[in-house]
Nanobody, 126 residues
Framework: VQLQAFGGGLVQPGGSLKLSCTASGFTLNWHDIGWFRQAPGKEREGISC????????YDADDAKGRFTISRDNAKNTVYLQMNSLKPEDTAVHYC????????????????????WGQGTLVTVSS
């Protein structure tokens, strides 16, 4: 059972990146999925998360209007489109799956997720 995140890199302020996360060994269908990030010296925080049953989405205040979470069940992959990137977006970004929940709530705290990808570094700098 594994999640692998891809797509990080160096981008200039105002630029865009699209992160991908592919699951192997289990299907992401119907499971909650989330993107988190962790900057040096800071706690891991939820950026954008999606409920697996009803598609409801949580976006952190800083992500609203800039980031979009999506999923392609046929490819067993989730995405995070990030636009208008800022230097403060610099962090290791992680994808995660919550396989235990069957509710309609959107979970956005790291401890609520049980499977994690390895992280991909996003650096926003000129």
């Amino acid at each position: 059972v594994q999640l692998q995140a891809f797509g990080g890199g160096l981008v200039q302020p105002g630029g865009s990146l699209k992160l991908s996360c592919t699951a192997s060994g289990f299907t992401l269908n119907w499971h909650d999925i989330g993107w988190f990030r962790q900057a040096p010296g800071k706690e891991r925080e939820g950026i954008s998360c999606m409920n697996g049953n009803n598609g409801r989405i949580y976006d952190a205040d800083d992500a609203k209007g800039r980031f979009t979470i999506s999923r392609d069940n046929a490819k067993n992959t989730v995405y995070l489109q990030m636009n208008s990137l800022k230097p403060e977006d610099t962090a290791v970004h992680y994808c995660a799956a919550n396989t235990a929940s069957v509710s309609g709530a959107v979970y956005f705290r790291a401890h609520e997720y049980d499977y994690w990808g390895q992280g991909t570094l996003v650096t926003v700098s000129s």
